[in-house]
RNA sequence: GCCACCUUAGCUCAGUUGGCUAGAGCAUCGGUUUUGUAAACCGAGGGUCGUCGGUUCGAAUCCGACAGGUGGCUCCA
């Protein structure tokens, strides 16, 4: 470990003190406060604080706080660890009437260092000294007035702990279960310097700047209405175009690795999900939809597997046939939690570019294959790049269906498939989707945010539940194995993480406007000049608009501008007696800029090849 | 669903300790202008201040409920 790890570990300690300290401030305003756990986590810092049911915490209370804490750091008083025996230090939690530390320290003398079951290895670790035997001694560490149990390490003293800011509270359940109290998060940002913070600060007002939701409005692409409901986006004809663009690359890469179309309709009876087993793990998650005309009781679709899997259990199926693959781009219907909509994240209509393939045990490595190449290529062309492959299996919970010696060979078979694709991958248990071991892949956007896109998993619980069977070369049936994929994910997920990435600089083949004509004034010549270029560059598949309003040159650029159309071209007398076109090219682009000189039919023809070729932007 | 915060015109926002007919810029519409690479000029329309209820002589402003949103928690097939 060089510079960079102790620099890495010194910044820790910091934002680790300043957990301590911003505890120690609250504790001074509010002497009653019962503290939960403090750790370290991206860019700062936070602690759980439970103040009682009556009083809360405010972002108004924050100068409150911040000054406190800025008296405890003026003070500079020494960190100082000392350790107790663990049934002193529970003496002392009930001392101290904190029960929360009670309840941690307990769990340490039952459980030993081995994590509780409640708490993740992280919490557990600031607290709990490392080694495998029983837990006797456990440490703390006292600045000026305030104690508190933790395995450290701190800065040496509270005046080195750099720059900070609160940033927000927020509810947190004790130890994440919602079946506990909750308490409130206090969030600090904290770096080593003032410099480094406030660049921090510079970076998320940017990413503000991106926010998809903004850049919707702005750009005209999608919104929400009261009088449809919340996680319910609608999609504009500029937005529209961004979907079925995407659709029709997922959809080509699907067809050029023998996935057929199918259709389905979009509600179905309950009893399906019942066959499934997603009624009993989700039936919470359906929106169900009554009929005036029958009994039967209906839900919209939350997913499409059960369905797929009726076209395949329609006819007998040879072993020759297989692997059979269906494909669809559909919307399914998920009634989230109103507290974990979002944007276009978390939405209540999804819609999937979804596809389910039924194999043979010996075709699934190669289906796999294919799948993984088509994500490759799809995200490679959209510039998301830093591609990481979680391999998603189960844990040893009771909430997986299917014969556990099935999933120890599925799971074998991921990590050698991750392997000899050559995925730069991690292991997560506790991750597989409830009928099997899925790789879910994770993309880095522009300004270095990592997002889960795309998906693969197996499944032999469904084939199972529903009977699907092939007939195999000794004339047995057989099961077929199944492996779902989505490559784009979501299409609305995959457009939040794409709007930010892009800034809403869309490629041309993407764009919703891919050549505006501005003209110079509205004489009869020029707008019949603009609607022969517009009819032509729609005849080749472009997108082509006309700003004719009687408006300043000037004023139309800008606009254009504002609208990030890819190109701009004013037409005028210069250019209808010359048939030179001078395009201004969104600045972030680089393919047009080494032709600068060509007639109209040349370059929409340029432009129309760009598109066809999907290429992407070298910086966004 | 839980916690904190937010909601004034299509958008972005002003609106003093509760007090005259709630304002601005952009956008929209009309007129003048016929324009050459990031904003021409003049004028007009547009708001039950999220909704409902309460306190008050008087509510955009104070209180409550509900809806919608933001950030988290929990969840995410």
Redesign the pocket.
């Known amino acids: 470990m060089g510079e960079q790890g102790r620099d890495e570990d010194k910044l820790y300690a910091m934002r680790h003190s300043l957990a301590h300290i911003m505890a120690g401030a609250i504790q001074k305003l509010w002497p009653d406060v019962k503290l939960g756990v403090g750790p370290v986590v991206e860019n700062g810092f936070?602690y759980d604080v439970d103040l009682g049911p009556d009083r809360?915490?405010?972002?108004?209370d924050f100068a409150k706080i911040e000054a406190e804490m800025r008296k405890i750091i003026e003070a500079d008083v020494p960190f100082e660890r000392f350790e107790k025996p663990i049934d002193e230090a529970i003496q002392w939690a009930r001392d101290a009437e904190q029960p929360y530390k009670e309840e941690l320290l307990n769990d340490l003398k039952r459980a030993g260092t081995t994590v509780a079951k409640d708490l993740?290895a992280d919490e557990m670790g600031t607290i709990a000294e490392g080694g495998g035997s029983a837990v006797e001694n456990v440490s703390f560490y006292k600045d000026g007035d305030f104690t508190d149990l933790c395995r450290g390490p701190h800065a040496e003293s509270t005046g080195k702990v750099g720059a900070f800011k609160l940033?927000?509270?927020?509810?947190?359940?004790w130890?994440?279960?919602?079946k506990n109290p909750?308490m409130?998060?206090m969030?600090g940002v904290a770096f080593a310097s003032q410099k480094e913070l406030d660049n921090y600060l510079k970076m998320l007002e940017e990413a503000k700047l991106r926010?998809h939701?903004?850049l919707g409005?702005?750009l005209d692409l999608f919104l929400?209405s009261?009088l449809v409901?919340?996680?319910?986006p609608l999609f504009t004809p500029r937005g529209t175009v961004l979907r079925d663009e995407l659709a029709k690359f997922a959809e080509s890469l699907r067809h050029a690795s023998g996935f057929q179309r199918v259709s389905i309709p979009h509600i179905t009876k309950t009893e399906l999900?019942k066959v499934s087993g997603?009624w009993d793990?989700?039936?919470?998650?359906?929106f169900l939809v009554k009929s005036q005309e029958t009994s039967d009781e209906f839900a919209l679709k939350?997913?499409n597997?059960p369905h797929h899997n009726q076209i395949y259990a329609s006819r007998p199926r040879s072993y020759r046939e297989l692997p059979i693959k269906y494909f669809e781009t559909t919307t399914?219907y998920?009634?989230?939690?109103?507290?974990?909509?979002?944007?276009l994240?978390?939405v209540r209509s999804i819609t999937q570019d979804d596809s389910h393939a039924y194999a043979r045990p010996d075709q699934v490595e190669g289906v796999v294959a294919g799948l993984i190449g088509d994500i490759q290529t799809l995200y490679t062309t959209l510039g998301l790049t830093g591609m990481r492959a979680r391999l998603s299996f189960r844990d040893d919970s009771d909430?997986y269906l299917g014969e556990p010696k099935l999933w120890d060979e599925a799971q074998a078979s991921i990590r050698r498939l991750a392997e000899a694709n050559e995925l730069q991958y991690f292991e997560a248990a506790g991750?597989?989707?409830?009928?099997g071991p899925?790789i879910d892949f994770m993309v880095t956007d522009a300004i270095g945010r990592e997002h889960q896109v795309a998906?693969v998993?197996l499944d032999f619980v469904q084939p199972e539940r529903f009977g699907l069977e092939y007939t195999a070369e000794d004339g047995s049936a057989q099961r077929p194995v199944m492996v779902?994929c989505?490559i784009l994910g979501s299409i609305e997920r995959f457009l939040s993480v794409y709007i930010e990435h892009t800034a809403g600089k869309f490629p041309v083949w993407l764009a919703p406007e891919q050549v505006r004509l501005?003209?110079?004034?509205?004489?009869s010549d020029?707008v019949e000049f603009a609607q022969k270029v517009q009819n032509q560059g729609v005849e080749l598949g472009l997108r082509v608009t006309i700003d004719n309003?009687?408006?300043?040159?000037?004023?139309?650029?800008?606009?254009?501008?504002?609208w990030k159309v890819p190109y701009?071209?004013?037409?005028?007398?210069?250019?209808?007696?010359s048939d030179r076109v001078?395009?201004?090219i969104?600045?972030d682009m680089d393919v047009l800029a080494a032709h600068p000189e060509l007639n109209f039919d040349e370059f929409l023809k340029t432009v129309a090849n760009e598109a066809k070729a999907r290429v992407s932007q070298s910086s966004m």
Do not use: W
């Open positions: 936070y809360k915490i405010s972002e108004e993740s940033m927000r509270v927020a509810g947190a359940y130890r994440g279960n919602e909750q409130q998060r969030y926010n939701r903004r409005q702005e929400f009261d409901g919340s996680g319910l999900y997603h793990k989700f039936g919470d998650e359906l939350p997913m597997c399914v998920r009634d989230e939690k109103t507290g974990e909509l979002g944007g994240s978390r909430r991750e597989a989707a409830f009928y899925k998906t998993q779902h989505a501005i003209t110079v004034n509205q004489e020029t309003s009687n408006e300043s040159v000037g004023k139309k650029i800008r606009d254009a501008e504002v701009t071209v004013v037409i005028g007398e210069k250019e209808m007696s001078v395009p201004r969104r600045k």
